[in-house]
Nanobody, 123 residues
Framework: QVQLVESGGGLVQAGGSLRLSCAFS????????MGWFRQAPGKERDFVAA????????YYTDSVKGRFTVSRDNAKNTVYLQMNNLKPEDTAVYYC????????????????WGQGTQVTVSS
């Protein structure tokens, strides 16, 4: 059975940094691309970043390019999201997901999700 557990969220001032982790339990973590999405109150769950199966390719939404970095450690079955220079508009619940197939940018491409971790950026 696949389980994803996010951690590392919290309250931070604008300009600060956080590192999110997503621990994957189950077999064959390295066979799947992984993604990070976020959902602000009253809004849809939107794509933030994704990483290919071996970590050789990464993808970002425009608003986080140059500030966020996605990485993975296949030996530890974990994917990370390093978030620097955080802004109040980054405030959301952040979710990691396992991409089953299809576009990395679409929610419908992911079949398993974690429970989410809250990130709050104060101005």
């Amino acid at each position: 059975q696949v389980q994803l557990v996010e951690s590392g969220g919290g309250l931070v001032q604008a300009g600060g940094s956080l590192r999110l982790s997503c621990a994957f339990s189950g077999r064959t973590f390295s066979n799947y691309a992984m993604g990070w999405f976020r959902q602000a109150p009253g809004k849809e769950r939107d794509f933030v970043a994704a990483i290919s199966e071996r970590g050789s390719s990464t993808y970002y939404t425009d608003s986080v390019k140059g500030r966020f970095t996605v990485s993975r450690d296949n030996a530890k079955n974990t994917v990370y999201l390093q978030m620097n220079n955080l802004k109040p508009e980054d405030t959301a619940v952040y979710y990691c997901g396992r991409r089953l197939g299809g576009s990395l940018y679409l929610r419908s491409s992911y079949d398993y999700w974690g429970q989410g971790t809250q990130v709050t950026v104060s101005s």
